[in-house]
């Protein structure tokens, strides 16, 4: 049998040398031919302090995998210090991420294929400039500044890799490049190559974003990269745990595969390529063998929009691709629980078994593969497949929802205790001067300027909730929109809360029945309800105002921050005007109005 393979490996190589180790995400191979991908880390002070784990790794997988192409997806170096507050780039760990490249190449003939992440573009002002060491250093690097397309040939196909670059232009310093940027003209440039690699059996795109994490104008890159099988990125890893297979299905139709962490996990991925059929495999650090069924391929994962999935049932054989270290003793085959029969080694890492796909024509069924290798240990791999393009459903993870009781939280919630905080807010409202301090506080958190700093090495910036003014140029908001929204949910709701709640306690006093209850003559009830939540709130915004922003962009963030400082300004006028207003005024007239 004549097999048509392309295996591919991916990582995410991101300080591996000098940060920690922590972060190198995961290879993704492909059979026969192969491009891998590498992971970052990020705790290793300087080079001389790297790991060998990240050698050990490549020593052990690249030359039994095999790959010919290694796809490296962003944050090749950590640019933090030591404290990992600061950042900007360090020369010393782009040569370090060179001698590793070249290391990785005498244990590997695979073209190395890498692309910027946000930690490549910290303090980079300009993508020519000196200090974008990502052009003198990486390997695509010096070829393009930016997104780039690689047409990899075989004697069975073309098969071609676009590399997307949505890093800030500038890059600015952490933490404000957390979102990638892309405007009209690289958009327009990505359109470019969608169209160079049409023709090929299968497209498909690289970058360090995912697509939800790219500002952007309609219709988006998704609709960008709609001809693509799928788009691999490493930059939210598996949301410390919360997610820990990170996948999903554009609308139209693309894969979208994030890849998980090493830094906690040490995970990686193979991918290959089975007659133009994609399919993957996650696995750790130091486990073998590594099993990747090709055919059928996961019914999760088909991609009938680009991908010939109707092969699956012309197909004659199921095909294993079996990466071990230890010479493999068995290959036995499992469908629906049921024995169907010992695969056979047909070249290197591949095993097949003739099959009759017709037979599992209806539905969704389950293939199991047991791999036993010499010294009798045996590994096992379990996915569903279909013949007639039946998928399972990606996992959802706010399912958890769906597992509270909403009529009891509706009830308890919005009947009984909602309705106490809206009567603290209206007397907050009907006082106008408590009123248009609010007002005209959290309006100047979403038009004004919030800081002055130095937002790269030369250049200062300002920075306001909708963008950052640098350099002469407005990179959009992105992560700035969720420092706005932070500001808002951690001291703006708060503190308007906070000073409603001094007004109700105030306006208990001239409640009859309030008085009768004797709640009213509790010592220290005002403090320890009023003013105790203010005080704790009072340091934690001092505390954020001194060492947030001032520590990533000096001093100036810290004396010109009309948000961050005059917060506290604002909360001290706040508190005084709760105490001072005339609460008992403004119940008077709410009664003689319903009368």
Not at 131 to 159: C, I, P
Request: charged residues 20%; contains cysteine.
């Amino acid at each position: 049998m004549k097999a048509f393979f392309l295996v591919v490996a991916t990582l995410t190589f991101a300080s591996i040398l000098w940060a920690s180790l922590r972060d190198i995400l995961d290879p993704n191979l492909f059979p026969d031919d192969v491009p891998v991908r590498k992971a970052r880390d990020h705790t290793w002070p300087r080079m001389d302090d790297r790991p060998e784990g990240i050698f050990w790794m490549v020593q052990d997988y690249l030359p039994i995998i095999q790959p010919q192409l290694v796809l490296v997806t962003g944050d090749l170096t950590d640019a933090k210090d030591a404290g990992n507050i600061k950042s900007r780039q360090y020369e010393e760990e782009w040569h370090g991420y060179q001698q590793a490249i070249k290391q990785c190449q005498t244990f590997s003939n695979a073209t190395f294929l890498d692309t910027r992440g946000n930690h490549d573009a910290f303090d980079v002002p300009e993508v020519d400039g000196d200090g974008n060491f990502f052009r003198k250093y990486s390997v695509m690097g010096k070829q393009h500044a930016l997104s780039y397309h690689y047409a990899h040939e075989t004697d069975f196909g073309r098969y071609s890799f676009i590399a997307i670059d949505a890093c800030p232009i500038p890059g600015v310093r952490r933490p404000f490049n957390f979102f990638g940027i892309l405007d009209s003209e690289r958009v327009q440039e990505l359109a470019n190559l969608d169209a160079e690699s049409r023709g090929s059996n299968l497209t498909i795109w690289i970058g360090h974003y995912p697509t939800s994490y790219i500002v952007q104008d309609p219709p988006g890159v998704r609709h960008t990269m709609r001809n693509a099988v799928a788009y691999l990125c490493g930059h939210l890893h598996t949301l410390g745990g919360l997610v820990p297979q990170m996948y999903s299905r554009q609308k139209t139709g693309t894969l979208e595969l994030e890849l998980g962490d090493w830094m906690e996990n040490r995970i990686f991925r193979v991918l290959a390529i089975d007659h133009d059929l994609l399919s993957f495999v996650d696995g750790k650090l130091g486990e073998w063998p590594l099993i990747l069924v090709t055919n059928p391929k996961h019914s999760l994962f088909l991609a009938s929009r680009h991908e010939p999935t109707e092969t699956i049932q012309h197909s004659s054989h199921i095909r294993v691709l079996v990466f071990s270290q230890k010479p493999v003793d068995g290959v036995e085959i499992y469908i629906d629980s049921v024995h169907v029969g010992r695969a056979r080694q047909s070249k290197g890492p591949l095993y097949t078994l003739p099959w009759k796909p017709e037979l599992y024509s209806l539905g969704l069924h389950t293939i199991r593969v047991l791999v036993t290798d010499e010294t009798g240990y045996v590994k096992s791999l379990e996915q569903p497949f279909s013949v007639d393009g039946s998928q399972p459903s990606f996992a959802f993870w706010p399912r958890f929802v769906l597992m509270m009781n909403i009529f009891t939280v509706a009830r308890t919630v919005l009947v009984r205790w909602f309705n106490s905080w809206v009567r603290r807010l209206w007397l907050a409202a009907r006082i106008n001067s408590v009123y248009y301090t609010l007002l005209m506080f959290q309006l100047y958190v979403t038009f004004g300027p919030w800081f002055v700093g130095d937002f790269t090495s030369s250049h200062m910036g300002v920075l306001f909730v909708w963008g950052i003014f640098v350099k002469g140029t407005f990179l959009p908001g992105a992560q700035t929109f969720i420092h706005g929204i932070y500001q808002v949910l951690t001291f703006n709701v708060p503190l308007t809360l906070i000073v409603g709640l001094v007004l109700d306690l105030r306006s208990e006093e001239f409640d009859s029945r309030f008085k009768a209850s004797g709640l009213a003559r509790l010592p220290c009830r005002r403090l320890l309800v009023g003013e105790l939540p203010f005080a704790l709130l009072f340091v934690y915004q001092t505390y954020v105002a001194v060492t947030e922003f001032p520590t990533s962009y000096g001093t100036t963030a810290l004396i010109v921050s009309p948000v961050r400082v005059g917060s506290l300004i604002v909360a001290v006028v706040l508190l005084y005007l709760a105490h001072a207003a005339p609460v008992k005024k403004a119940c008077r007239v709410n009664k003689s109005s319903n009368n």
